[in-house]
């Protein structure tokens, strides 16, 4: 089997569909990866996670952001405009508070299309707006951040999937996980757990709770069935 933490999570899950082996493994296990990069990126630009069709209030950490502006001005060609992008966008990762649109200022420097759709994505003052730019993108950054997200390949999956995130996540939405699981093929899905014993895929910095007590038993479950599937 497979078994990922984080974003390796989400790359094993699309390892684990990819054509060679997926009929060889015999499961994949997740804990804490992400469903779709572009949703991702909406949501620590506008500090939101969707959940039920609903909008919530979500905080990235610091890391998070700095890294997915990375990874979306990484899908574009080198030029001095992306060089210049990074360097706008600096003070809208660098800060707490939700972004509040594009400066106009900045947006003029940029004539590049993708530079400036991926500018005004990671600075968008609401979903919809982030949700509009992302749609603006070319194919070929649009394909990139395609090719690494579980939703794209998660209807070749013919293993069992084992999905684990933690509900208080501030590095990847909870949300992910849900839209992973809703993305399986029927049958496919052998356990998912959501819990607070974890922020990310660590233990929080408070140790175990007496509230967290039941969820060492959801633990325990994930982990008891994984292994036995090692020992079949």
């Given at each position: 089997?497979?078994?990922?933490?984080s974003a390796g999570a989400s790359v094993a899950l699309v390892a684990a569909a990819d054509p060679l082996i997926v009929r060889s493994l015999a499961?994949?296990?997740?804990?804490?990866?992400?469903?779709?990069?572009?949703?991702?990126?909406?949501?620590?630009?506008?500090?939101?996670?969707?959940?039920?069709?609903?909008?919530?209030?979500?905080?990235?950490?610091?890391?998070?952001?700095?890294?997915?502006?990375?990874?979306?001005?990484?899908?574009?060609?080198?030029?001095?405009?992306?060089?210049?992008?990074?360097?706008?966008?600096?003070?809208?990762?660098?800060?707490?508070?939700?972004?509040?649109?594009?400066?106009?200022?900045?947006?003029?420097?940029?004539?590049?299309?993708?530079?400036?759709?991926?500018?005004?994505?990671?600075?968008?003052?609401?979903?919809?707006?982030?949700?509009?730019?992302?749609?603006?993108?070319?194919?070929?950054?649009?394909?990139?951040?395609?090719?690494?997200?579980?939703?794209?390949?998660?209807?070749?999956?013919?293993?069992?999937?084992?999905?684990?995130?933690?509900?208080?996540?501030?590095?990847?939405?909870?949300?992910?996980?849900?839209?992973?699981?809703?993305a399986l093929p029927a049958g496919v899905l052998a356990r998912l757990t959501v819990f607070d014993l974890f922020q990310h895929v660590q233990p929080g910095k408070d140790g175990i709770t007496v509230e967290?007590?039941?969820?060492?038993?959801?633990?325990?479950?994930?982990?008891?069935?994984?292994?036995?599937?090692?020992?079949?």
């Amino acid at each position: 089997g497979i078994a990922g933490f984080s974003a390796g999570a989400s790359v094993a899950l699309v390892a684990a569909a990819d054509p060679l082996i997926v009929r060889s493994l015999a499961f994949v296990s997740s804990f804490g990866g992400y469903a779709d990069a572009g949703t991702l990126l909406i949501d620590v630009a506008t500090r939101t996670q969707e959940i039920d069709g609903r909008t919530r209030p979500w905080a990235a950490e610091p890391y998070v952001r700095r890294d997915i502006a990375a990874l979306l001005i990484g899908t574009i060609e080198p030029s001095a405009e992306r060089d210049l992008l990074a360097g706008l966008l600096t003070p809208t990762i660098a800060s707490d508070d939700p972004p509040r649109g594009p400066d106009p200022a900045g947006l003029a420097r940029l004539a590049t299309a993708d530079v400036r759709v991926a500018y005004e994505l990671l600075s968008a003052a609401s979903r919809q707006d982030a949700q509009a730019a992302l749609a603006r993108l070319s194919d070929d950054v649009r394909d990139s951040l395609a090719a690494v997200s579980p939703v794209t390949v998660a209807h070749d999956l013919v293993t069992r999937v084992f999905l684990m995130h933690g509900e208080s996540d501030r590095s990847i939405p909870v949300s992910h996980v849900h839209l992973v699981a809703d993305a399986l093929p029927a049958g496919v899905l052998a356990r998912l757990t959501v819990f607070d014993l974890f922020q990310h895929v660590q233990p929080g910095k408070d140790g175990i709770t007496v509230e967290q007590i039941p969820d060492l038993w959801q633990l325990y479950l994930y982990l008891h069935d994984l292994v036995a599937l090692t020992t079949e």
